[in-house]
């Protein structure tokens, strides 16, 4: 089942903190940040716990990256055991570390290898697998590309609708993922752009995908999710978060992070979702310095509490 309105695996943020955040403002389908193939094959702890997946977050896919059919075979049913309802395969992220590896978006130039990436993990595991692509590496190659990774048995596909070379700049392309939508009977999700709840809509009426990704636009503003949810049911957005809404979401996150991975490696990772918190509020170049330096659950939580009383 593919579910309408859906977090983006974002490497260093979408840990499970953030995913159960998401989860309780109306995201419906959560992955993990991208797990490497030869880390886990390699038994690398680290690696493995990236999928430690939550009862409350499903259902929930674990994403990996990886480009040798082999390996991906022989991980497959290891990632299966940890209960996702999904592997999703990453053939999107324009990272240099990742591409200089032949993974992610640079098997965009091999669709061959791709398709028989695919099907090892399809035929590997009983739950479907998926991809997520972007438009190409340097020009619109999408629509043909996901019609291989749909041959080779993937059950849906994610379209970011940016190439390679763009990174993250520019206008994503949604004729891009219309494109592919046309092309494949599986299920196509839409991302790239989603910064509203209209944009949401707009995404879905103009390409005729079968649900949203929000990426960027959840940084700092999970309250996006119950923004989509409430426009999709009614046509209209009514909750706005205020200010001390963002506040006390920073403070809420920042508790949670701490109790899953302790305060030593809580509050460093935390700092930057706080920042993408507290953008716009008034003296925020101030105290984005200060929660830079802190180092300990108590001050963060007496410097942002401050920030929130200050607003009245």
């Known amino acids: 089942m593919i579910s309408r309105i859906n977090l983006a695996p974002m490497a260093g943020v979408t840990d499970l903190t953030f995913r159960l955040i998401c989860k309780s403002f109306g995201a ?4 993990t940040e991208m797990v490497s193939a030869k880390g886990l094959y ?3 702890k680290k690696t493995a716990s990236l999928m430690k997946l939550d009862e409350r977050e499903k259902p929930a896919s674990i994403q990996i990256f990886g480009s040798e059919p082999e390996i991906i075979a022989q991980i497959a049913p290891i990632v299966e055991s940890f209960g996702p309802s999904a592997i999703d395969i990453n053939m999107g992220c324009p990272m240099p570390k990742i591409v200089n590896n032949g993974d992610g978006s640079a098997l965009m130039k091999n669709p061959e290898l791709a398709g028989k990436i695919v099907r090892a993990a399809a035929d590997s595991v009983k739950i479907p697998v998926t991809v997520k692509i972007r438009k190409g590496w340097d020009c619109d190659t999408a629509a043909e590309f996901a019609k291989v990774l749909e041959a080779n048995g993937a059950a849906a596909v994610t379209v970011h609708g940016r190439t390679r070379e763009q990174f993250y ?3 994503a392309d949604w004729d891009t993922i219309k494109s592919v939508k046309a092309a494949v009977k ?3 999700i839409g991302n790239g752009d989603i910064f509203t709840a209209k944009d949401a809509e707009r ?5 005729g995908c079968d649900g949203v990704m929000v990426g960027r636009g959840a940084q700092g503003n999970p309250f996006i999710f119950r923004q989509i949810k409430e426009y999709f049911e009614t046509g209209h957005v009514t909750y706005m978060p205020t200010f001390r809404d963002k506040i006390e979401q920073a403070i809420e996150h920042t508790k949670m992070i701490c109790e899953e991975k302790g305060e030593v490696r809580g509050i460093p990772e935390v700092r930057k979702h706080i920042a993408w918190y507290i953008k716009g509020i008034p003296h925020s170049a101030e105290l984005k310095t200060r929660v830079f330096k802190i180092t300990t659950l108590s ?3 007496e410097v942002l509490e401050a920030a929130s009383k200050h607003l009245e």
């Open 28 to 31: 419906e389908g959560l992955t």
């Open 42 to 44: 390699y038994k690398d």
């Open 169 to 171: 700049q520019g206008t």
């Open 186 to 188: 599986i299920p196509v």
């Open 203 to 207: 995404m879905l009426g103009y390409t």
């Open 299 to 301: 001050e963060m939580v």
